[in-house]
């Protein structure tokens, strides 16, 4: 998992509240991105930045939301909005976003909502 | 569309076998093709990445290949051994004018038995 960190492992949450997702990374990467995965599908991207203060989204952005204040965290935030919230949430770091960089990615954190 | 189609869904081997997964791609333009291994509840770890002009990439008992041609790739395992058991997930770059995105497979979830 190299330098990457998320927390918590595990999250439960009841449906109709906001929930934020940690990812910190020591590996002085620029770039960051959430990821979700889905029992028999391919990561889908929710958001990633590529420089402090900068964030894009992704394919699947709606009902989430994120900030980039420090080069070393970018937490995610998974709002009320997002209809089935349930997944397991993967953060990854490379150092920039260049075709050939190489992503690293933190355990997960496995959130459940019922 | 851009997919990444990865078969079988899923694999059982006796240790010490060799096993071979593939992948089929139709990721339009190309920048270079990823295999990562997931361990259940963990984060992928990159095991290759191969770029068009490269045909074969090994990584220890991982052998990844690549025909750009026919747009498909295959990853070989050699001697197989518990720790292998995994999800193995191909990813393709789909190159700069498309923000360097990755296309995610699903994964093939391979067991090695005893």
């Known amino acids: 998992d190299g330098g990457i960190t998320q927390s918590p492992k595990y999250l439960f949450r009841k449906e109709g509240q906001n929930v934020t997702l940690s990812c910190e990374q020591n590996?002085?990467?620029?770039?960051m991105y959430w990821y979700r995965q889905d029992p028999g599908q391919g990561l889908r991207l929710i958001y990633y930045?590529?420089?402090?203060?900068?964030?894009q989204k992704g394919d699947i952005a709606e009902g989430y939301s994120v900030s980039r204040e420090k080069k070393e965290s970018f937490p995610l935030t998974v709002t009320s909005a997002q209809k089935n919230p349930t997944a397991f949430y993967l953060c990854?770091?490379?150092?920039?976003?260049?075709?050939?960089?190489?992503?690293?990615f933190g355990p997960g954190t496995r959130l459940t909502v019922t | 569309k851009n997919q990444v189609e990865q078969s079988p869904q899923s694999l059982i081997i006796l240790e010490g076998k060799n096993c071979t997964l593939q992948?089929?791609?139709?990721?339009?333009?190309?920048?270079?093709l990823r295999w990562y291994k997931q361990d259940t509840g963990r984060g992928p770890v990159s095991l290759t990445i191969?770029?068009?002009?490269?045909n074969t990439k090994s990584n220890g008992r991982y052998t990844a290949t690549l025909d750009a041609d026919t747009k498909q790739s295959s990853l070989h395992i050699t001697a197989s051994q518990l720790s292998d058991s995994a999800s193995y997930i191909c990813?393709?770059?789909?190159?700069?004018?498309?923000?360097?995105?990755?296309?995610f497979g699903a994964g093939t979830i391979l067991r090695v038995k005893s």
């Open positions: 990854a770091s490379s150092k920039t976003s260049g075709a050939f960089n190489e992503q690293y």
């Open positions: 590996l002085n990467h620029d770039a």
């Open positions: 930045s590529q420089i402090v203060n900068d964030f």
């Open positions: 992948c089929n791609y139709t990721v339009s333009p190309f920048s270079n």
């Open positions: 191969m770029t068009f002009s490269e």
């Open positions: 990813v393709v770059s789909a190159g700069r004018e498309y923000g360097n995105k990755l296309v």
